[in-house]
């Protein structure tokens, strides 16, 4: 046995990449000197190989010969130890034993095929640096090269002779005598098991196992805490509530059931006949009709603690996860888009200013749009849509939201597991990999996270849950499974465990494939190994499925049966190791209740006054963060795959405007289509919740009928991401905004058809002084909106057409610059924030359909961060035109400032407003759309490349669109 | 043989080969997707086909490099069959990633004393890029994919699409028989100068390469994600085509054997 290194250097002419940007990255780390780095892709080979075979290896599969060369030796060898650049010191990264390494596999199966065995296969990076002092290497290591929740680091030469994985485990039962713990024992159990249970649980579940006269095992407790977790149940939200706000008090049985789910009950009875809602908060994602085959279905979920951890892995499993979930819809269904919205603290923040445990702001975004573009793409996949918001409050605690939509055929939009069916696992292998994942959401993040819960944090396989897409959707057409659901959170304690909650099933748990050896059967149990699907498949139709699944290369076991028993019932080698019941289970929890409270305030005023500094205000606010372009990102992503893509996200002149939402087919040859938008305003949050949301509602309806979506087709979605909701206040806030999400759907006929919570987003750590300082991140409501479109050719687009054509502002415009990106870049507060009418929005939005598909609209455009000012620099740049607009013929609504109607006119950020391109001979029958309802007709293009507003005789702004575009495009061009 | 069928051959990892089946039967033909493992376990499968499309995606997730994987799998256990293909005067594509692994495999160019002639390798910035570009078929090359064609906007989407030759030997003798069939060039058509018309930083700017006989083409732009006009980006602005510039390439393919 030999343990051979496999060294990949750039070759002559060629330049080393990754050395060349690490080293530009090093200098902002403040080391001691200047660091410069060369690096190396290497590989570990464990087998028993020669030479010849190694070096055959490395030429042929590893490394390219084009443009790279190899050094190939047994690990200790002198020859590894050349470095390319003078008096370097090595440093070596690796996964650690047992973390995913998708390469290592692939690379592992393709020595086979090429008739080479090797034991065990190992990536690595490999760094030679010089210019720091010896102590400062493992803080370039530690803050640059690599990330030690996952990975091992060695500086200087590597000493192993062995790539060993797991060792063999001993069965042993291990029972948990809760019935002698008194409630300090029970609460510590609950926190070093990393249960994360309440006091109150815990002592029912105490209660539980003395009225059966036994303690529990080991694997019924985490069968319990994983069922029970926030995570896995929304208990919080779900439970019972009294809120207090200035209208009084009001109570609730279940939060969520009365506000969110009850306005799609009403919505549906509302339409009647006509209801195109199909299941909604029922299955994994949410179903709507689409056309006379299909439906579709979209679901939105979160991975921020995983991805405050390890960013790219984190991220990469969000969007891996979220995939899954309309493949274990229904009877699965075919993922059309993704979207994704990230919040971020400034990547600009200084590396002194980052409290311990926190990982910079710059390395967690390149890792987060790294993590979604490396499995996103690998799954073929368009990512349509997304945003990207910046706030120095997730600075500890980043966001990471993933969202998938899916076609599924009318007729397998549903599942029923029938007693009998075979449990089966398909997809990845069970490894230690995410213990503790769903309860571990449940905790606050600490700067002690990393050590405790490193184990939650995992790397995706996009490949393989590519392979089990395919073959899910050919056993789907070929009818051979009666129900499907993804292991998600909780692993298949939480999958098997709903798909038998109903009737009973008995799991037979060293079945599992294992990606090693060493797993107890409780670690088989909850891990959360990523890429596994479970279906209950009647016996008659298992060896079709499991041919069908063999011929593609993916693994299919049989993990137990579901029978009628109405228990949970798991075994190991025939020993039973758990026996509850699914009563208990899924309904033994008792009800949370929780206080809440909102203390709305008086609105602080806000200095509105007009001063000559608009045209600074206008590129300082294109500039500011949240508005800047994104285009680095979004190219990274594939959005055209597929071939469905209609509208992308960049759309204009040049490929590279802001476009409102993107719009795909997801059936090739049809023109039927559906528009894709989000809306969330973090900033309003401070303020008014209630707005907040409302507004977040509006801003995604409206980029929605802004590119031409039926406004009586957009299905919603809500992601709520929260602070430490135990607080009164913190869940009041989030009562308010349901409250709102209520209300607004309502109003507007808007169902909400799918949602999720991530609460307790807080990030601990103790100060220089040993003062624990918490940092809670704004109240943040993700509005994910999904709408229709008949047909696609009737879209249009933001960028400016044709100059000569008139530019009207349909909304009414009041004095809400609260929350404001004015406000932002200014440094102001207070204020009144944006509020939604609905009773105008609604026939708002109808009149913009209407227009649209009347075709008399050239451009269309929505005012959001930044106001109007802002669209119409948007749209005169991204159309490479000019815009030449009068603000005297906009009449404010409300009361105004005396001295600051201006500043209003051009950066308030009211809803429901839309700047919109018509052709001179289209006027009259589009002003005839918007008859009875606010409209301005407020200047015309031009084609002189400037942005000129003005009132009357006064000039407010008069700018370059070059000028314009290149503040919005440079703070994030990376 | 009036309507030629078409093996779409996909591995764990393709994700274009459903729009890609569309393109050619677009064009008039007949596809079909056929899983490699079908192909391995019947290599005279491929016999019942006149076109062989690899199409895009991440085949074996690109891991260790863009289509090395497959490519050595067609290496190992399908050579002959490949070479029997070429040899009976049937047609060939490479689509992206069907382009690298075409490449990598041999197929595409043969190999010489100093084994691969060119690769395909990491974009110049490091990134995966998503963008329209605009292209120039070579007047010179045998290509029978591009006949009949001079200009097209496509788009690319790839982090490994950097076209480059091992020495200038082989360039000057793939560029003498006009088997450069393909570069990235500006709006306007004049040569790119670098990065975003030139998306990778490919060599010479080229964007596609044929092998001597002009039956097997690989290229880095999606010609199937432009077969109809709304998918122009720019089609709000500019007004609709009569079809996309992606359709000639597969209608070239089908009409081949007409």
Same mark, same amino acid.
């Given at each position: 046995?030999?343990?051979?290194?496999?060294?990949?250097?750039?070759?002559?002419?060629?330049?080393?990449?990754?050395?060349?940007?690490?080293?530009?990255?090093?200098?902002?780390?403040?080391?001691?000197?200047?660091?410069?780095?060369?690096?190396?892709?290497?590989?570990?080979?464990?087998?028993?190989?020669?030479?010849?075979?190694?070096?055959?290896?490395?030429?042929?599969?590893?490394?390219?010969?084009?443009?790279?060369?190899?050094?190939?030796?047994?690990?200790?060898?002198?020859?590894?130890?050349?470095?390319?650049?003078?008096?370097?010191?090595?440093?070596?990264?690796?996964?650690?034993?047992?973390?995913?390494?998708?390469?290592?596999?692939?690379?592992?199966?393709?020595?086979?095929?090429?008739?080479?065995?090797?034991?065990?296969?190992?990536?690595?990076?490999?760094?030679?640096?010089?210019?720091?002092?010896?102590?400062?290497?493992?803080?370039?290591?530690?803050?640059?090269?690599?990330?030690?929740?996952?990975?091992?680091?060695?500086?200087?030469?590597?000493?192993?002779?062995?790539?060993?994985?797991?060792?063999?485990?001993?069965?042993?039962?291990?029972?948990?005598?809760?019935?002698?713990?008194?409630?300090?024992?029970?609460?510590?159990?609950?926190?070093?098991?990393?249960?994360?249970?309440?006091?109150?649980?815990?002592?029912?579940?105490?209660?539980?196992?003395?009225?059966?006269?036994?303690?529990?095992?080991?694997?019924?407790?985490?069968?319990?805490?994983?069922?029970?977790?926030?995570?896995?149940?929304?208990?919080?939200?779900?439970?019972?509530?009294?809120?207090?706000?200035?209208?009084?008090?009001?109570?609730?049985?279940?939060?969520?059931?009365?506000?969110?789910?009850?306005?799609?009950?009403?919505?549906?009875?509302?339409?009647?006949?006509?209801?195109?809602?199909?299941?909604?908060?029922?299955?994994?994602?949410?179903?709507?009709?689409?056309?006379?085959?299909?439906?579709?279905?979209?679901?939105?979920?979160?991975?921020?603690?995983?991805?405050?951890?390890?960013?790219?892995?984190?991220?990469?499993?969000?969007?891996?996860?979220?995939?899954?979930?309309?493949?274990?819809?229904?009877?699965?269904?075919?993922?059309?888009?993704?979207?994704?919205?990230?919040?971020?603290?400034?990547?600009?923040?200084?590396?002194?200013?980052?409290?311990?445990?926190?990982?910079?702001?710059?390395?967690?975004?390149?890792?987060?749009?790294?993590?979604?573009?490396?499995?996103?793409?690998?799954?073929?996949?368009?990512?349509?849509?997304?945003?990207?918001?910046?706030?120095?409050?997730?600075?500890?605690?980043?966001?990471?939201?993933?969202?998938?939509?899916?076609?599924?055929?009318?007729?397998?939009?549903?599942?029923?597991?029938?007693?009998?069916?075979?449990?089966?696992?398909?997809?990845?292998?069970?490894?230690?990999?995410?213990?503790?994942?769903?309860?571990?959401?449940?905790?606050?993040?600490?700067?002690?996270?990393?050590?405790?819960?490193?184990?939650?944090?995992?790397?995706?396989?996009?490949?393989?849950?590519?392979?089990?897409?395919?073959?899910?959707?050919?056993?789907?057409?070929?009818?051979?499974?009666?129900?499907?659901?993804?292991?998600?959170?909780?692993?298949?304690?939480?999958?098997?465990?709903?798909?038998?909650?109903?009737?009973?099933?008995?799991?037979?748990?060293?079945?599992?494939?294992?990606?090693?050896?060493?797993?107890?059967?409780?670690?088989?149990?909850?891990?959360?190994?990523?890429?596994?699907?479970?279906?209950?498949?009647?016996?008659?139709?298992?060896?079709?499925?499991?041919?069908?699944?063999?011929?593609?290369?993916?693994?299919?076991?049989?993990?137990?049966?579901?029978?009628?028993?109405?228990?949970?019932?798991?075994?190991?080698?025939?020993?039973?190791?758990?026996?509850?019941?699914?009563?208990?289970?899924?309904?033994?929890?008792?009800?949370?209740?929780?206080?809440?409270?909102?203390?709305?305030?008086?609105?602080?005023?806000?200095?509105?006054?007009?001063?000559?500094?608009?045209?600074?205000?206008?590129?300082?606010?294109?500039?500011?963060?949240?508005?800047?372009?994104?285009? =680095?990102?979004?190219?990274?992503?594939?959005?055209?795959?597929?071939?469905?893509?209609?509208?992308?996200?960049?759309?204009?002149?040049?490929?590279?405007?802001?476009?409102?939402?993107?719009?795909?087919?997801?059936?090739?040859?049809?023109?039927?289509?559906?528009?894709?938008?989000?809306?969330?305003?973090?900033?309003?949050?401070?303020?008014?919740?209630?707005?907040?949301?409302?507004?977040?509602?509006?801003?995604?309806?409206?980029?929605?009928?802004?590119?031409?979506?039926?406004?009586?087709?957009?299905?919603?979605?809500?992601?709520?991401?929260?602070?430490?909701?135990?607080?009164?206040?913190?869940?009041?806030?989030?009562?308010?905004?349901?409250?709102?999400?209520?209300?607004?759907?309502?109003?507007?006929?808007?169902?909400?058809?799918?949602?999720?919570?991530?609460?307790?987003?807080?990030?601990?750590?103790?100060?220089?002084?040993?003062?624990?300082?918490?940092?809670?991140?704004?109240?943040?409501?993700?509005?994910?909106?999904?709408?229709?479109?008949?047909?696609?050719?009737?879209?249009?687009?933001?960028?400016?057409?044709?100059?000569?054509?008139?530019?009207?502002?349909?909304?009414?415009?009041?004095?809400?610059?609260?929350?404001?990106?004015?406000?932002?870049?200014?440094?102001?507060?207070?204020?009144?924030?944006?509020?939604?009418?609905?009773?105008?929005?609604?026939?708002?939005?109808?009149?913009?359909?209407?227009?649209?598909?009347?075709?008399?609209?050239?451009?269309?455009?929505?005012?959001?961060?930044?106001?109007?000012?802002?669209?119409?620099?948007?749209?005169?740049?991204?159309?490479?035109?000019?815009?030449?607009?009068?603000?005297?013929?906009?009449?404010?609504?409300?009361?105004?400032?005396?001295?600051?109607?201006?500043?209003?006119?051009?950066?308030?950020?009211?809803?429901?407003?839309?700047?919109?391109?018509?052709?001179?001979?289209?006027?009259?029958?589009?002003?005839?759309?918007?008859?009875?309802?606010?409209?301005?007709?407020?200047?015309?293009?031009?084609?002189?490349?400037?942005?000129?507003?003005?009132?009357?005789?006064?000039?407010?702004?008069?700018?370059?669109?070059?000028?314009?575009?290149?503040?919005?495009?440079?703070?994030?061009? =990376? | 043989?009036?309507?030629?069928?078409?093996?779409?051959?996909?591995?764990?990892?393709?994700?274009?080969?459903?729009?890609?089946?569309?393109?050619?039967?677009?064009?008039?033909?007949?596809?079909?997707?056929?899983?490699?493992?079908?192909?391995?376990?019947?290599?005279?499968?491929?016999?019942?086909?006149?076109?062989?499309?690899?199409?895009?995606?991440?085949?074996?997730?690109?891991?260790?490099?863009?289509?090395?994987?497959?490519?050595?799998?067609?290496?190992?256990?399908?050579?002959?069959?490949?070479?029997?293909?070429?040899?009976?005067?049937?047609?060939?594509?490479?689509?992206?990633?069907?382009?690298?692994?075409?490449?990598?495999?041999?197929?595409?160019?043969?190999?010489?004393?100093?084994?691969?002639?060119?690769?395909?390798?990491?974009?110049?910035?490091?990134?995966?890029?998503?963008?329209?570009?605009?292209?120039?078929?070579?007047?010179?090359?045998?290509?029978?994919?591009?006949?009949?064609?001079?200009?097209?906007?496509?788009?690319?989407?790839?982090?490994?699409?950097?076209?480059?030759?091992?020495?200038?030997?082989?360039?000057?003798?793939?560029?003498?028989?006009?088997?450069?069939?393909?570069?990235?060039?500006?709006?306007?058509?004049?040569?790119?100068?670098?990065?975003?018309?030139?998306?990778?930083?490919?060599?010479?700017?080229?964007?596609?390469?044929?092998?001597?006989?002009?039956?097997?083409?690989?290229?880095?732009?999606?010609?199937?994600?432009?077969?109809?006009?709304?998918?122009?980006?720019?089609?709000?602005?500019?007004?609709?085509?009569?079809?996309?510039?992606?359709?000639?390439?597969?209608?070239?393919?089908?009409?081949?054997?007409?």
């Amino acid at each position: 046995m030999t343990l051979w290194e496999v060294d990949i250097y750039a070759g002559d002419g060629h330049p080393d990449r990754e050395g060349i940007s690490l080293t530009a990255d090093a200098r902002d780390l403040g080391l001691s000197g200047t660091a410069d780095i060369a690096s190396v892709r290497s590989y570990l080979l464990d087998g028993d190989v020669s030479a010849e075979q190694a070096s055959s290896i490395a030429e042929t599969l590893l490394a390219d010969k084009v443009v790279e060369h190899t050094v190939v030796a047994p690990v200790g060898d002198i020859q590894l130890a050349q470095s390319p650049i003078d008096g370097a010191t090595s440093i070596h990264v690796m996964p650690k034993a047992g973390v995913m390494d998708p390469v290592a596999a692939s690379a592992k199966q393709a020595m086979a095929d090429a008739g080479v065995a090797i034991d065990e296969v190992r990536t690595m990076r490999k760094y030679w640096v010089t210019g720091l002092e010896p102590n400062d290497l493992s803080t370039l290591a530690g803050k640059l090269l690599a990330n030690d929740s996952i990975e091992q680091v060695v500086v200087g030469p590597l000493e192993m002779d062995r790539l060993q994985v797991g060792s063999p485990y001993t069965y042993e039962l291990i029972t948990v005598p809760i019935r002698s713990l008194d409630d300090d024992a029970l609460m510590k159990l609950s926190s070093e098991g990393q249960l994360y249970l309440t006091l109150v649980e815990m002592q029912t579940i105490k209660t539980h196992f003395e009225e059966l006269g036994r303690d529990p095992t080991d694997i019924e407790l985490e069968s319990v805490a994983q069922t029970w977790s926030e995570h896995c149940s929304h208990k919080t939200l779900a439970g019972r509530i009294a809120y207090r706000d200035e209208n009084g008090e009001q109570r609730f049985e279940n939060m969520l059931k009365e506000t969110i789910f009850d306005a799609t009950v009403q919505i549906r009875e509302r339409l009647g006949e006509d209801d195109w809602c199909v299941s909604v908060f029922k299955d994994n994602a949410g179903i709507v009709r689409f056309d006379d085959d299909y439906n579709v279905v979209f679901k939105v979920e979160t991975h921020n603690h995983p991805s405050a951890l390890e960013p790219y892995g984190g991220a990469n499993t969000g969007i891996g996860g979220v995939i899954r979930d309309p493949l274990g819809t229904g009877l699965g269904a075919k993922p059309i888009c993704n979207t994704d919205v990230f919040c971020f603290a400034d990547p600009s923040t200084s590396h002194e200013n980052l409290p311990p445990g926190v990982l910079h702001p710059r390395r967690v975004m390149n890792g987060v749009v790294s993590g979604v573009r490396d499995y996103g793409n690998r799954m073929g996949i368009p990512t349509v849509n997304g945003a990207v918001y910046f706030d120095d409050r997730y600075l500890g605690n980043p966001l990471v939201y993933c969202g998938n939509v899916g076609l599924i055929p009318r007729d397998k939009s549903f599942k029923e597991v029938m007693a009998g069916d075979l449990g089966v696992a398909i997809g990845g292998r069970t490894g230690r990999d995410g213990i503790h994942g769903a309860t571990f959401s449940s905790a606050e993040l600490t700067s002690e996270s990393e050590t405790l819960s490193g184990g939650a944090v995992q790397i995706g396989n996009a490949i393989t849950e590519k392979m089990v897409l395919d073959v899910l959707l050919e056993a789907r057409d070929q009818g051979l499974y009666t129900a499907v659901t993804d292991c998600g959170a909780g692993g298949f304690s939480s999958a098997v465990g709903e798909m038998g909650e109903d009737l009973g099933v008995v799991v037979w748990l060293e079945k599992a494939p294992l990606k090693y050896d060493g797993l107890s059967y409780t670690e088989v149990w909850i891990s959360e190994a990523q890429e596994r699907m479970v279906f209950s498949v009647p016996e008659r139709n298992w060896e079709t499925f499991r041919e069908l699944c063999e011929s593609e290369g993916v693994e299919a076991t049989v993990i137990g049966q579901f029978e009628d028993t109405g228990r949970l019932h798991l075994t190991y080698h025939g020993e039973t190791v758990g026996d509850i019941s699914m009563e208990f289970l899924h309904d033994g929890r008792p009800p949370i209740v929780r206080d809440a409270h909102f203390d709305a305030g008086d609105i602080q005023p806000l200095d509105v006054v007009d001063d000559a500094g608009f045209s600074d205000d206008l590129l300082a606010i294109l500039g500011s963060l949240n508005v800047a372009s994104k285009e =680095w990102v979004i190219r990274q992503y594939d959005h055209e795959v597929q071939a469905g893509s209609v509208i992308k996200p960049l759309v204009g002149v040049e490929n590279d405007g802001p476009g409102d939402a993107s719009v795909v087919r997801p059936v090739l040859g049809s023109n039927q289509a559906l528009a894709i938008s989000c809306g969330m305003n973090p900033h309003f949050g401070d303020y008014d919740p209630y707005h907040m949301a409302a507004s977040a509602i509006d801003e995604a309806l409206r980029n929605c009928v802004a590119v031409g979506a039926d406004p009586s087709r957009i299905a919603i979605l809500d992601n709520f991401c929260w602070g430490y909701t135990d607080r009164p206040e913190t869940l009041g806030s989030l009562v308010r905004a349901a409250l709102a999400c209520k209300d607004v759907a309502i109003s507007m006929g808007t169902p909400f058809i799918s949602g999720k919570d991530s609460l307790n987003n807080e990030f601990s750590f103790f100060d220089d002084s040993g003062e624990k300082q918490t940092i809670s991140i704004p109240p943040t409501l993700l509005i994910s909106a999904m709408g229709q479109v008949p047909d696609a050719a009737k879209c249009v687009t933001m960028d400016l057409k044709s100059a000569g054509n008139a530019i009207y502002l349909v909304g009414k415009t009041s004095e809400e610059l609260g929350g404001s990106h004015w406000s932002l870049v200014r440094g102001l507060s207070g204020g009144q924030v944006p509020r939604m009418d609905t009773s105008v929005a609604k026939p708002t939005f109808e009149a913009m359909y209407k227009a649209i598909t009347s075709s008399v609209v050239r451009a269309c455009h929505d005012l959001s961060e930044g106001g109007l000012a802002v669209a119409a620099a948007e749209m005169a740049f991204s159309g490479g035109l000019g815009i030449a607009l009068d603000l005297s013929a906009v009449r404010l609504s409300g009361d105004v400032t005396v001295g600051g109607e201006y500043t209003v006119k051009l950066f308030s950020e009211s809803n429901t407003r839309f700047l919109v391109e018509v052709p001179e001979d289209k006027a009259s029958e589009f002003e005839a759309c918007f008859e009875g309802l606010t409209l301005s007709r407020i200047g015309s293009v031009t084609n002189d490349g400037v942005c000129k507003i003005v009132d009357g005789e006064t000039t407010l702004i008069e700018s370059e669109i070059t000028a314009l575009k290149e503040a919005w495009q440079k703070p994030l061009r =990376w | 043989m009036a309507i030629p069928r078409v093996l779409v051959l996909r591995a764990p990892g393709t994700n274009c080969d459903h729009e890609t089946k569309f393109a050619f039967e677009q064009a008039g033909g007949s596809a079909d997707r056929v899983h490699i493992n079908r192909l391995l376990e019947n290599p005279s499968l491929a016999s019942e086909y006149q076109i062989l499309c690899i199409p895009g995606g991440f085949s074996y997730g690109d891991d260790v490099a863009a289509g090395r994987i497959l490519a050595n799998q067609m290496r190992n256990h399908l050579s002959e069959t490949m070479h029997q293909f070429k040899a009976d005067g049937k047609l060939m594509l490479g689509i992206c990633n069907g382009f690298q692994v075409l490449i990598k495999s041999g197929v595409l160019l043969d190999d010489d004393d100093s084994g691969e002639p060119a690769t395909l390798t990491w974009n110049d910035h490091g990134r995966y890029e998503d963008r329209w570009v605009y292209l120039k078929v070579n007047p010179e090359t045998p290509c029978i994919f591009l006949q009949g064609i001079e200009q097209m906007y496509l788009p690319i989407a790839h982090a490994e699409g950097k076209f480059v030759t091992r020495d200038e030997q082989v360039f000057d003798s793939l560029s003498q028989s006009g088997q450069f069939a393909l570069h990235y060039v500006n709006s306007d058509g004049s040569a790119a100068e670098g990065f975003p018309a030139n998306p990778n930083g490919a060599q010479s700017n080229i964007a596609g390469a044929c092998d001597a006989s002009g039956r097997v083409l690989g290229l880095m732009p999606h010609p199937e994600r432009f077969l109809d006009p709304l998918q122009h980006p720019r089609w709000t602005c500019e007004g609709l085509q009569d079809e996309g510039d992606g359709l000639a390439i597969f209608r070239n393919a089908v009409q081949f054997f007409a």
